[in-house]
């Protein structure tokens, strides 16, 4: 990677989640060989190969769920497990023969930009200097588990672990089981552990709006009929984005939108929850829409369960064997899953990056991170992040967003190369621009209506989430400007063996 026999550019991509592997597989379908994807596990998949709590499966319809330019047709399921998902993405690296491409194993602890050279030089958690000429980061935002400060939990003698480490080595037949947290993770795997454990406990902070999901198995003819026709495929897919995509105006708090899908909830709440104090619980304190909209048709019967409570009191401490509630209950535990989440607004972290002048990106953000379309940063040259701040959704598919976001850096890496550019770097008017005009765009939603949530600060500011629909963000994204970036020539261009990038044409949902 520290050199490039042909001259051509070499590409440092810190991850090989979906954001990686779609980078590095439009790389490849132009021509590029000369990137390297870095990968602190042994194994490809990011979130998908890190969460493999029971049930775990994914909250976007399959379909949806996977890249246009490689249309899986034949999944097992409306809504795919997690073990598919990471096959698929498996799949998709073994057909694009990225394994030589990436070094497993290998911890990204930090990078550092060279003026002189117009590099990025890298630094393993090994010690390992690497140059790089672009830094692509695609580690996403829900990578690094958030475990919370609770008085006692360090001196628990049973297990506990954090639902995005399971501990599948830990029986819980038979166990007395606290889980605390119920938001997307939790609402997976307690209704698949719940007939095994002798008794589960729900600490639950806040309830949740809960959509039925309407899940089943696509029989062999319908997967046959998409794997012959696809054309089929393609329709479906562009069905299912539709359908998700009308849902945008309520986050914009539109009535009648909030209204009709409020009312499906709380009829599916009130009709499959048999003890009326257990439908109150369940009764979300917040406006809908505010937090992550939480699908599942196994949740709710799960509470009906004669073994499964709901712990309303919030936790005080924890003991060498039980939970004390605020409200003075002392409740037995074996083991504690905690379905806590994860510290999503800490982009990159704990990676530490200094662009221009030795700045770190740190203090850059100084809490609040933010980035041009959430790919790029004043002061940090050849610097593309994927799956940044500001382009979260509540309403579709991510992949939608990083097939986009993939696009515009193959457009910027053209244009640099049409051009001789040695690099370039966001103008800070241009940053603060789009950072202001998205800021007062997210005060007009439900999100900001709404207290806590993994979506935002802690003083407020919502950094995680776009402010538009998915089509205005392909809009925006859909061409590089490089008028928007300060440019440096090469001091002298070398000709290149690989041929240059072409134009990525093609729509991020073709």
Known sequence: MNTSADGSRR???????????????QLKKRGVESFTIFEKAGRIGGTWRDNTYPGACCDVPAFSYCFSFEQKTDWSRKWAPQSEILEYMESCARKYDLARHIRFNTEIAGARWDADENVWRLKTAAGEEVVADVLVSGVGQLNRP???????????????FHSAR???????????????????????????IAPQVRKLSIFQRSANWMVER????????????????????????????????????IFRRVKFFVERTQKMCEQY???????????????????????????????????????????????????ENALVTKDGRTIPADVIVLATGFQSTSFLAPMAI???GGRSLNDEWN????????????????????????????????????????????GCL?????????????????????????????????????????????????????????????????????????????????????????????????
């Not at 037949?173 to 119920?182: E, F, H, K, L, S």
């Not at 992550?292 to 005080?316: H, K, Q």
């Not at 402010?467 to 859909?478: K, L, P, Q």
């Open 11 to 25: 590409i440092a991509i810190i991850g090989s989640g979906f954001a990686g592997l779609c980078l590095a597989i």
């Open 146 to 160: 958030s475990i919370p400060k609770i008085e006692g939990l360090e001196n628990f003698k049973g297990v506990s």
């Open 166 to 192: 399971w501990r599948h080595d830990v029986d819980l037949t038979g166990r007395d089981v606290a889980v605390i947290g119920n938001a997307a993770s939790a609402i997976q795997f307690i209704p698949v």
């Open 214 to 249: 309407g899940d089943r198995a696509y029989t062999d003819a319908e997967k046959e009929r998409f794997t012959r026709h696809r054309i089929l495929a393609l329709a479906y897919r562009w069905l299912i984005y539709f359908q998700h995509e009308i849902n945008w105006p």
């Open 269 to 319: 709440r009130r009709s499959t929850l048999k003890d009326p104090k257990l439908q109150e619980s369940q009764l979300p304190d917040y406006p809908f829409g505010g937090k992550r909209m939480l699908i599942s048709d196994d949740y709710f019967p799960a509470l009906n369960r004669e073994n499964v409570e709901v712990v309303l009191g919030g936790i005080d401490r924890v003991t």
């Open 354 to 356: 200094n662009g221009v």
């Open 367 to 410: 809490g609040a991170a933010r980035a041009y379309l959430g790919i790029t940063v004043a002061g940090f040259p050849n610097l593309f992040l994927m799956y940044g701040p500001n382009t979260n959704l509540g309403h579709n598919s991510i992949i939608f967003m990083i097939e986009c976001q993939a696009n515009y850096i193959l």
């Open 414 to 510: 053209e244009e640099m190369d049409s051009r001789g550019l040695a690099s370039i770097e966001l103008s800070r008017d241009v940053m603060e621009s789009f950072d202001t005009r998205v800021q007062r765009e997210l005060q007009r939603t439900v999100w900001a209506a709404t207290g806590k949530s993994w979506y935002k600060t802690e003083d407020g500011r919502i950094t995680n989430n776009w402010s538009g629909s998915t089509i205005r963000y392909w809009w925006e994204s859909r061409h590089a400007d490089l008028s928007l970036y300060h440019q440096r020539v090469r001091a002298r261009v070398t000709e290149r063996i690989a041929r240059p990038l072409e134009t990525a044409a093609h729509h991020a949902a073709d």
